[in-house]
Structure formats: C-alpha cells, structure tokens
C-alpha cells in the first residue's frame, strides 16, 4: 500500500525567507506526485504535478518541487514567502493513472510579516 | 467556470436527521470522491465512483451512502446523522487521459454541524 509522511503539521516562515515543506512517499511503483494548497475555508487547489517526466517540477505562485528516486521524496519549495502564502499544504501520492490519491496530514504555513 | 459545485455550502443538522450532499462536475470525468476533513485528521476517503452507475467503500466509510445515477453527479448521503459527522466534506472529480494521471479537482467542501 501506498503512504505519505509530511514531515511538520505547522511551518513558521518570515516573509521572503525559504519555504520548505517535506513530503516521503512510500510506494511499490514508480508513483505520481502531487502538491495542493487549502487556503482558509476553501477547497483545495492543484499547485504541482509530477508524472515521471521532469524531475524538478515548476508550479504556480513561485513553488518548486523535485522528485528524487532515491530519497522518496517529494519537497515543496519556494525561495521567497509571501504573506499570500499562508495556507495549509497537501502532498499526496497514487500508483497509477486513474487511481486514487493517497494524501498526507497537511502542513499549515505561517507567514510572519 | 468549469469545475466541481457542491451544495449546501453550510448546514447544521439535529442528531437522527438525514441529508443529501450533492457534488455536480461538467468536466465529463469518470471518477469522482467524497472525502471529510477533520483538524489532525488530513483528508480521509469516505466512497468513491469510477463511472456511472458504480460506487466503492473507501477508509471510513459508516454511516454514509452514495450514488452515481449520472456521471456528473455523486450524492452522499447521511441517513441519520451523528454527531461524529460534524466535519467539512469534499467533492473531487479526476480526468484521465493519455494514460496519465491528472490528479483531482476539489469542490470548495461543504461544511456539516451535527447538534
């Protein structure tokens, strides 16, 4: 079976410091990655994707994440917050096209002026 | 816009009382969930379709029910509500093409006090 770690259930960051959110999947075949956002009581929203193209995979609002086979990880990145960036943040994972995502317990960003 | 509706956005609910929650896509996806999300909890899986007419049990599946008459459509049903239901629930439909996998795309939840 599938899983998701995300390492941190709460990040504090100062506006324009690095953002880092870690994500270690386990999974028995090469997997497709995802990164959403939530933002306050809303739905959550697509940030990235990775689907064994590319391994460093560019996303919207700045973000950045990388696959590394290795490691079995998937980080979240982006070199300067933004006040606009404080959300809470979803890895998830699936085997397959077409099956189910597997999702990790969140990371809530705290952005501080 | 095209995307995932849900409706009712709110709803607060006496304990026994019963529901229909209803998620409607116009992406002509195949799949379609229902999730809850619970603070800690992440989101978990409560039933899913993977086309018209079929529906699955995910991880916590008790105490709810689900049909998928029209592929646009899936409804989750509570049929007598308690108040371990109270929680905010997702809707997410996903597209597949091409052999890849193209994630989900979320309702904006629906958000369930049970008193």
């Known amino acids: 079976a599938q899983s998701v770690t995300q390492l941190g259930s709460h990040v504090s960051v100062s506006e324009g410091a690095l953002v880092l959110l870690r994500c270690n999947y386990s999974?028995?075949?090469?997997?497709?990655l995802f990164w959403y956002v939530q933002y306050p009581n809303q739905g959550l929203q697509l940030l990235l994707k990775?689907?064994?193209?590319?391994?460093l995979v560019k996303g919207i609002n700045g973000f950045e994440a990388e696959f590394k086979k290795s490691e079995t990880s998937f980080h979240l990145t982006k070199p300067s917050a933004h006040m606009s960036d404080a959300a809470e943040y979803f890895c998830?994972?699936?085997?397959?096209?077409?099956?189910?995502?597997?999702f990790g317990g969140g990371t809530r960003v705290l952005v501080k002026p | 816009n095209a995307g995932v509706t849900q409706t009712p956005k709110f709803r607060v609910l006496k304990t026994g009382q019963s529901m229909t929650l209803l998620c409607a896509q116009d992406?002509?996806?195949?799949?379609m969930y229902w999730y809850r999300q619970d603070p800690g909890m992440g989101l978990r899986l409560i039933h899913y379709?993977?086309?018209?007419?079929?529906?699955a049990k995910g991880e916590v599946p008790d105490g709810y029910n689900v049909s998928r008459l029209k592929k646009q459509n899936f409804l989750l049903g509570l049929e007598s509500a308690a108040p371990s239901q109270t929680s905010v629930y997702f809707c997410?439909?996903?597209?597949?093409?091409?052999?890849?996998?193209?994630?989900?795309?979320f309702g904006s939840g629906t958000r369930l006090t049970v008193v």
């Open positions: 998830a994972v699936t085997k397959a096209a077409g099956n189910k995502l597997t």
């Open positions: 999974s028995s075949v090469p997997p497709y």
């Open positions: 990775y689907t064994s193209a590319a391994t």
């Open positions: 992406m002509n996806h195949e799949y």
């Open positions: 379709s993977v086309g018209e007419g079929t529906t």
């Open positions: 997410a439909s996903q597209g597949q093409g091409g052999g890849r996998s193209y994630g989900y795309t």
